[in-house]
């Protein structure tokens, strides 16, 4: 482990579409406020097997509605632009018959009877070398590029050419499984920080309204058109990076915002089952890439913008040019946006096509929704909202943190214009028991505070732990590591962060991926270093992640707090490829119970840290 202290230096380690048919809608109704609690996550494969309901198989992949109607494949062709595909297989008994669609995926692996199997170009390898295997899982027809016909036309199936089959295949998911994100009221969230929190956040607003009875105004009844088997009145739905939740059942989630023909999918089953209404998270990959192609959210909300994911795009321009594709007239019919933030003032200025609202939880007086009074404590915030036309209500964010106040007050006012009755937005949002990962209390009965947060990048780093100064008594230990694979100009100022607002700064590995952990560490370290010696903590270096939260717990003392961030609610730790089992919330709830069974803790027992 290396050291370096106010006092020294280191010790010896180098430095180096849907469409516009009437929308269902929200309205009014109470509901009790409660509070902050871990929220379990069980734990899944990355890629899940979905036993379906009524069904006798198990298939990887996203879940499937269990009744589509079947699409001439005809229709599909037309709708491309493409010239009519000839019948199915050779020598298949219903060769001669219409091919008939009933499901589209870009997943060899995922493909099932009836399928659509999108072959696409990608980096390394060609969807169309996996024909075979689509073929042979019972694909219907193979939709492709130019540079993929020949080896998709090899397996007999029809083929659909087109120049760009990712740009397609999203209106082919609507197409095929009857625009399923008609019937749901949506509502996407873009930005680079406090998407998850905001999605759960806004999904408990949407439960609270979808709790009142239709008559006393909570989620009118959705339309459909495909069954109603299994239907609650009032379930909603989430998409986002830890989790997709259709009404009370949870998927783990392999990506922020999953592929078109899987979210369509999503929205199909999500109708099926009775939900009205649903709260996503919307990346800049999604929108740049076609992630959410036939979506038209109804609200879209523009949180902030701070430097990601620049391995991707070529700057923060163009970074924000991709999360201002969520605001055109195709991706939205109405903006909420964050006036605090510049790019926000950008969209609000003139920059989104679709009316904006907006909102400040600094207070800004040109805001139309505004925060004032807050209250910030350790398990939560409070606040008074205040609204167009003299609105004015108190209002709580169930997490820890000021930027959080702009989270709880961006998923109010985004509930707000999609037609909720604000106390109850406001009482739905206060009631979340909390957001996996994201600020996380651990207690094990230790006179301290111990959090797990997904903080992963510089700004949130520095929000978080500027957050936890605020409520913590004593000192301040953060283990925190970079992942490897991803932008690496971000790995020296976050180790800067971390060494400059942390008593205790332990550096340690997140997800190395395919890259060296010691030459990642080397580069935080650098960081760190160039933080002036008065100014920055004590920073130790630990390669091995678990060490690392014990080296932080090993040094917490009575009112102090321990916080591990960057991977929060992941479940896996990705080194050199292979992904191990690794959960932080296990890992530092079991550091802590070791240091509590250690004879000194023994010996001066503490009472337990309330905040």
């Known amino acids: ?107 060899s692996r995922a493909v099932r009877p009836g399928d659509v199997y999108a072959a696409l170009p990608g980096a390394r390898l060609h969807g169309a070398d996996f024909v075979a295997q689509a073929a042979d899982l019972g694909a219907a027809a193979v939709l492709t590029d130019p540079s993929g016909a020949e080896r998709a036309a090899a397996t007999g199936l029809p083929v659909l050419v087109v120049d760009n089959p ?36 806004i999904e408990g607003g949407l439960r609270a309204a979808a709790a009142q009875r239709p008559e006393e105004g909570g989620l009118r009844e959705a339309q459909t058109d495909q069954g109603g088997g299994g239907r609650r009145a009032g379930l909603t739905g989430l998409i986002g990076t830890v989790e997709t939740r259709i009404g009370d059942e949870r998927i783990k989630s392999e990506r922020t915002t999953p592929e078109a023909t899987d979210l369509q999918a999503l929205f199909a089953v999500m109708r099926e089952r009775g939900v009205r209404a649903v709260a996503m998270e919307v990346s800049s990959h999604a929108l740049v890439l076609g992630r959410v192609d036939g979506c038209v ?65 600094e207070g800004h007086p040109d805001a139309d929704w505004r925060a004032s009074d807050v209250e910030v404590g350790t398990l939560g915030s409070t606040f008074t909202v205040h609204g167009p036309d003299g609105v004015t209500l108190r209002a709580a964010s169930p997490i820890a943190g000021p930027f959080n106040v702009a989270n709880a007050l961006a998923a109010i006012v985004s509930l707000v214009v999609a037609g909720i009755d604000p106390q109850t937005a406001a009482d739905g949002v206060a009631a979340v028991p ?155 709830r079991g550091a802590i119970e070791d240091s509590l069974k250690s004879p000194q803790s023994q010996q001066s027992p503490q009472p337990n840290h309330q905040g």
């Open 1 to 107: 482990m290396t050291t370096i202290t106010p006092d020294g230096t280191p010790d010896g380690t180098p430095v180096p579409g849907n469409c516009s048919s009437p929308r269902p809608s929200l309205r009014p109704g109470p509901v009790v406020p409660g509070t902050l609690t871990a929220v379990s996550h069980a734990d899944q494969s990355p890629k899940a097997q979905h036993a379906e309901k009524g069904g006798s198989g198990t298939y990887p992949g996203a879940p499937r509605p269990e009744r589509v109607r079947p699409t001439p494949l005809a229709d599909l062709a037309e709708q491309l632009g493409s010239p009519a595909p000839e019948a199915g297989r050779p020598g298949a008994a219903d060769a001669a018959q219409p091919v008939m669609v009933t499901g589209i995926t870009h997943d």
């Open 166 to 201: 990712r740009a397609r295949m999203g209106a082919l998911a609507v197409s095929i499984y009857g625009a399923p994100g008609e019937d749901l009221l949506q509502i996407g969230i873009t930005g680079t920080s406090g998407k998850t929190t905001t999605a759960y956040l």
């Open 297 to 361: 959210f109804d609200v879209a909300i523009f949180n902030n913008l701070s430097p990601e994911h620049m391995e991707f795009h070529s700057g923060m321009e163009d970074y924000f040019q991709a999360k201002a594709q969520l605001f055109t007239k195709a991706r939205s019919r109405a903006g909420v946006v964050n006036l605090d933030d510049e790019y926000g003032k950008r969209l609000a200025e003139g920059e989104s096509e679709v009316p904006v609202t907006t909102f400040s939880a």
């Open 434 to 588: 909390g957001v996996p990962g994201r600020l996380e209390r651990i207690d094990a009965g230790q006179p301290y505070l111990a959090v797990v947060d997904y903080a992963h990048k510089t700004d949130a780093v520095e929000s978080v732990l500027r957050a936890l100064r605020k409520v913590t008594e004593g000192k301040l230990h953060a283990v925190l590591g970079c992942g490897g694979d991803r932008d690496p100009h971000k790995r020296a100022p976050m180790g800067a962060a971390v060494a400059r607002l942390a008593d205790t700064a332990v550096l340690t590995s997140d997800n190395p991926r395919g890259e060296d952990p010691l030459a990642i560490l080397a580069t935080m370290l650098a960081g760190a270093a160039e933080v002036p010696i008065h100014e920055r903590g004590t920073v130790l270096v630990e390669e091995e992640r678990a060490a690392a939260i014990a080296a932080a717990v090993a040094r917490a003392e009575p009112g102090d707090t321990v916080i591990v961030a960057g991977k929060g609610h992941e479940q896996g730790q990705d080194i050199a490829g292979v992904v191990r089992p690794f959960d932080d919330r296990q890992v530092l």
